[in-house]
């Protein structure tokens, strides 16, 4: 069993950065790909990024390229996500998900999820 917990959000002002961490518990943190996912009130869960067990290749919701970067510390048992140039539309809960077999953008491959942290970005 592997259990996420998401931190890092908060309000921030259009145009500010924001870091979200995801911790697992579990022993062999780099068996697992993880991801980012984000849901918005009155919209599915949609796809942010994900990134490779050793942390080789990541890859990125085209609408985010550029502005958020996933990466992973194997050591510390932990994924980031850094944002920046933040918009009111990356308004949103963040979860952090891992999947011992899939890297992609389909939510209901990844088997563990976290609890969500909110990020809300004012204008």
């Known amino acids: 069993q592997v259990q996420l917990v998401e931190s890092g959000g908060g309000l921030v002002q259009a145009g500010g950065s924001l870091r979200l961490s995801c911790t697992a518990s579990?022993?062999?943190?780099?068996?697992?790909?993880m991801a980012w996912f984000r849901q918005a009130p009155g919209t599915e869960r949609e796809f942010v990024a994900a990134?490779?067990?050793?942390?080789?290749?990541?890859y990125y919701a085209d609408s985010l390229k550029g502005r958020f970067t996933i990466s992973r510390d194997n050591a510390e048992n932990t994924v980031y996500l850094q944002m920046t140039s933040l918009k009111p539309e990356d308004t949103a809960v963040y979860y952090c998900?891992?999947?011992?077999?899939?890297?992609?953008?389909?939510?209901?491959?990844?088997?563990?999820w976290g609890q969500g942290t909110q990020v809300t970005v004012s204008s």
């Open positions: 990134i490779s067990w050793s942390g080789g290749s990541s």
């Open positions: 998900a891992a999947s011992p077999d899939y890297m992609g953008v389909d939510s209901l491959k990844y088997n563990y």
């Open positions: 579990v022993r062999n943190f780099n068996s697992y790909v």
